[in-house]
């Protein structure tokens, strides 16, 4: 009981695999994906930090590392699943946001418990910090998607993955990160060799034609 038990789940984040139930050229689990978008997060925070803007780094740092505990208890669902409706995604989020409740009531000391429900709680708000989460954890699920396409997995849902990602990263397109990643690091993206560029470029050049970007 208590914080053990805590201190033993985050191990288990390394047995939950991301896309479950598709053949994938490499596993990507919930525990690498956390450690991932923090770095993402940090990059993109930097360069809104250097375009003027004040970035809460404690907060940054703790919406990052914690974003996906949740999935702990109900892991990774599919995202075309999950983001299929509003009302869907809502309750997943009633889900998670209920189990972790009851996790942190039933593990957690009493004098730490308002602490641990404020860092679990879904850190993609309006906040400049939880936008530059919402961004960087959709970086990651596009290189993830753009690895596969890459190595010649020929499942069609990383193609869909891939244009999700790319789509919501575009609603943040006002800014500064958004801007430098779509235009210094998504042209080195699609420079790269050995992958079907047509339908990649045709994807990205479309969704960016879109959006105005």
């Given at each position: 009981?208590?914080?053990?038990?805590?201190?033993?789940?985050?191990?288990?984040?390394?047995?939950?695999?991301r896309?479950?139930?598709?053949?994938?050229?490499?596993?990507?689990?919930?525990?690498?994906?956390?450690?991932?978008?923090?770095?993402?997060?940090q990059?993109?925070?930097?360069?809104?930090?250097?375009?003027?803007?004040?970035?809460?780094?404690?907060?940054?740092?703790?919406?990052?590392?914690?974003?996906?505990?949740?999935e702990?208890?109900?892991?990774?669902?599919?995202?075309?699943?999950?983001?299929?409706?509003?009302?869907?995604?809502?309750?997943?989020?009633?889900?998670?946001?209920?189990?972790?409740?009851?996790?942190?009531?039933?593990e957690?000391?009493?004098?730490?418990?308002?602490?641990?429900?404020?860092?679990?709680?879904?850190?993609?708000?309006?906040?400049?910090?939880?936008?530059?989460?919402?961004?960087?954890?959709?970086?990651?699920?596009?290189?993830?998607?753009?690895?596969?396409?890459?190595?010649?997995?020929?499942?069609?849902?990383?193609?869909?993955?891939?244009?999700?990602?790319?789509?919501?990263?575009?609603?943040?397109?006002?800014?500064?990160?958004?801007?430098?990643?779509?235009?210094?690091?998504?042209?080195?993206?699609?420079?790269?060799?050995?992958?079907?560029?047509?339908?990649?470029?045709?994807?990205?050049?479309?969704?960016?034609?879109?959006?105005?970007?």
């Amino acid at each position: 009981m208590g914080i053990h038990q805590y201190f033993k789940s985050l191990s288990n984040l390394e047995q939950l695999y991301r896309c479950p139930g598709r053949y994938k050229y490499q596993e990507h689990n919930v525990a690498s994906h956390s450690f991932k978008v923090t770095k993402i997060a940090q990059f993109l925070g930097t360069v809104e930090e250097h375009n003027g803007k004040k970035v809460d780094w404690k907060s940054l740092y703790e919406k990052a590392l914690n974003h996906d505990y949740a999935e702990i208890f109900t892991g990774d669902i599919k995202t075309p699943v999950k983001y299929s409706s509003e009302e869907l995604r809502k309750l997943f989020s009633q889900v998670e946001e209920q189990m972790v409740t009851k996790f942190i009531q039933n593990e957690f000391p009493a004098e730490f418990q308002e602490v641990y429900r404020h860092r679990f709680k879904e850190g993609k708000d309006d906040t400049l910090e939880g936008r530059v989460l919402a961004v960087a954890d959709k970086i990651d699920l596009l290189y993830e998607s753009f690895g596969e396409i890459q190595k010649g997995n020929p499942e069609p849902i990383f193609f869909e993955i891939y244009q999700e990602a790319l789509s919501t990263i575009l609603k943040f397109k006002r800014m500064h990160c958004v801007q430098y990643f779509l235009q210094h690091i998504v042209p080195d993206l699609l420079s790269e060799k050995y992958i079907p560029h047509s339908e990649l470029n045709e994807i990205t050049d479309r969704l960016l034609a879109e959006y105005g970007s």
